[in-house]
């Protein structure tokens, strides 16, 4: 009777263990890592699609913040018809720092966990959303130039992410764009016409932009405006 009970103990603690497999071995549901928020503020919405579960959500406040800062302001500034709808997407996927096509900006994650005070990515991209230059606009270097000088004048914080134009050295060229581009386009203002920037940006959208644009709003080519500009670049 003894070994008996002894089975029967046994093959009830072999099928508890059984049964406790079983349930460790179903599907666990995980909560998806994807928010999605819709903001308006006036005239404006901005759709903030988060893909990535350890985002920062105080840096997330802070780019919704810088939006509705900036966007409204360059809207106002440079393209009074810009879309009022943009969307902004956190991609783990995406390799870059930011991207923008149409009315949505994809940003990655990594660039912002090892550079969370550089804000002024938004700045920078949502001018892209203002631009809305058709294909075969003009240069891409002045697309990207202008972008930055854009951050430059606009920034809500570049100084807190280390971020300022390019110094000048006699190794560059105008159409190296981003900050260097910028950086001669902040002296082409200050030493011929400050609406000038606002002048290319609104040829650039409509399909005007032509090499001689220079010549005609500042009497000289690009290439006397660079060589000049080299001889004394200081702001």
């Known amino acids: 009777m003894k070994a008996i009970r002894l089975l029967i103990l046994c093959t009830g603690l072999f099928f ?118 058709p294909g075969g606009a003009g240069p891409g270097w002045l697309t990207e130039g202008i972008a930055d000088y854009v951050r430059y004048r606009y920034g809500v914080d570049n100084a807190g992410a280390g971020w300022s134009l390019t110094e000048f050295n006699p190794s560059q060229r105008y159409d190296n764009s981003y900050r260097i581009t910028a950086r001669f386009l902040v002296w082409l203002e200050k030493n011929f016409s400050d609406k000038l920037v606002k002048i290319l940006d609104d040829h650039m959208r409509r399909k005007t932009y032509s090499p001689g644009i220079w010549q005609s709003q500042t009497g000289k080519s690009l290439d006397a405006l660079w060589h000049d500009y080299a001889s004394r670049p200081a702001l």
Not at 28 to 53: E, H
Not at 104 to 111: A, K, L, Q, T
């Open 16 to 133: 508890h263990a059984c049964a406790h497999d079983s349930s460790t071995a179903a599907p666990i549901a995980v909560a998806s890592a994807v928010t999605t928020d819709s903001i308006t503020r006036g005239d404006y919405t901005l759709v903030f699609i988060n893909q990535s579960p350890t985002f920062d959500l105080q840096l997330k406040e802070r780019m919704i913040n810088t939006f509705f800062t900036i966007y409204p302001v360059l809207v106002n500034a440079y393209n009074p018809d810009a879309r009022k709808k943009v969307t902004f997407v956190i991609d783990p996927s995406y390799t870059g720092v930011a991207a923008t096509s149409g009315g949505r900006v994809v940003y990655s994650p990594e660039w912002f966990r090892q550079h969370p005070g550089d804000i002024d990515v938004v700045t920078h991209e949502v001018m892209h959303v203002v631009q809305s230059y």
